[in-house]
Nanobody, 123 residues
Framework: QVQLVESGGGLVQAGGSLRLSCAASGRTFNSYIMAWFRQAPGKEREFVAAIRWSDGSTYYADSMKGRFTISRDNAKNTVYLQMNSLKPEDTAVYYC????????????????WGQGTQVTVSS
């Protein structure tokens, strides 16, 4: 079965950087879209970025473009989210997710989820 395990969250000052990792296991992900979502307290879960595993095509929420970069390492079966110029409003639990097939940005379209990793940005 599919397992997604996030790591790399933590406390960082505004303007700082973090790199999140999502280790994927349980099957071959070549036909999958891997995505990052985040959820702040009292808010809906929102799309951050996605990557097509097969060819590395990437997709970003408009508000993340230029600050966040999603990538994958085929050999390690791991997806990364590099986050730069972090702001207090980026504080949230960040989730890795996977779906088979085409890129979609709605969270309910994703079948597999990690447990989440907390990112806290202090001002």
């Amino acid at each position: 079965q599919v397992q997604l395990v996030e790591s790399g969250g933590g406390l960082v000052q505004a303007g700082g950087s973090l790199r999140l990792s999502c280790a994927a296991s349980g099957r071959t992900f070549n036909s999958y879209i891997m995505a990052w979502f985040r959820q702040a307290p009292g808010k809906e879960r929102e799309f951050v970025a996605a990557i097509r595993w097969s060819d590395g095509s990437t997709y970003y929420a408009d508000s993340m473009k230029g600050r966040f970069t999603i990538s994958r390492d085929n050999a390690k079966n791991t997806v990364y989210l590099q986050m730069n110029s972090l702001k207090p409003e980026d504080t949230a639990v960040y989730y890795c997710a996977a779906r088979l097939g085409a890129y979609l940005y709605a969270s309910y379209e994703y079948d597999y989820w990690g447990q989440g990793t907390q990112v806290t940005v202090s001002s």
